[in-house]
């Protein structure tokens, strides 16, 4: 059972561009949204995070936007860089219930070309 | 990078043998956790530790144990490696205030 669905699995982008990664949910008890970035060889690495409270939470080119009612979440990489591409992974925790285990997508390849 | 170690970073192994990867931190975090990543599944969780001696089991746990002697170490073994458990495993930890993990570099593992 997948409970967090992400899309796509792979996305080829051209530098300065929009980069947009789509994530699911199932279980509305999750409370806590990370999305993480992989480079290749290297562990992920917290990249940015929402809690259900906001819509939109910005930290530099990377925007999280959070649709409660619909479950879903996207991650949108702005004026995306060469340097972007790794391997996304978004993830879902019910931390206020005690889990501290996350979900995780099955995560995105983006290429961004030169 | 929360002081995360692991080692090996690399193995070859043959299946039918016993391979134990070691996970250490230097912070003192309570909460520890083992996964593999494989293309096409992303990281999925095999056990996690929330102290010592305290662990459960993950998504993906058959095949593998785990042991947590102490606070900065969390081991995880394959009693009879197989050809299926070829992949790259992550140990991390999570933040202690907050629900971040944070995860060491990985360990490839190759079962011929």
């Known amino acids: 059972q997948q409970q967090v669905k992400q899309s796509p699995q792979s996305l080829i982008v051209q530098k300065g561009g929009i980069s947009i990664i789509n994530c699911a949910y199932e279980?509305?008890?999750?409370?806590?949204f990370p999305w993480y970035q992989q480079f290749p060889g290297k562990g992920p690495a917290l990249l940015i995070a929402?809690?259900?409270?906001?819509s939109e939470k910005k930290e530099g080119r990377f925007t999280i936007s959070f649709n409660k009612s619909a479950k879903q979440f996207s991650l949108h990489i702005m004026d995306s860089q060469p340097g972007d591409s790794a391997t996304y992974f978004c993830?879902?925790?019910?931390?206020?219930?005690?889990?501290?285990?996350?979900?995780f997508g099955r995560g995105t390849s983006l290429i961004v070309h030169p | 990078d929360a002081g995360i170690t692991q080692s090996p970073r690399h193995k070859v192994t043959e299946t039918g043998t016993p391979v134990t990867l070691r996970c250490h931190q230097t912070?003192?975090?309570?909460?520890m956790y083992w996964y593999r990543q494989d293309p096409g599944h992303g990281l999925r969780l095999i056990h996690y530790s929330y102290g010592v001696k305290d662990t459960d089991k993950g998504e993906v746990s058959d095949g593998y144990s785990v042991s947590r002697s102490k606070t900065e170490d969390f081991l995880l073994t394959l009693e009879s490696a197989t050809s299926s458990q070829t992949s790259v495993y992550f140990c991390?930890?999570?933040?202690?205030?907050?629900?971040?993990?944070?995860f060491g570099p990985g360990t490839r593992l190759t079962v011929l």
């Open positions: 993830a879902a925790t019910h931390a206020s219930g005690g889990s501290y285990i996350p979900t």
């Open positions: 929402i809690r259900p409270d906001v």
């Open positions: 279980n509305t008890a999750f409370d806590y």
């Open positions: 912070e003192n975090h309570r909460y």
């Open positions: 991390a930890l999570r933040d202690t205030d907050g629900d971040t993990q944070y």
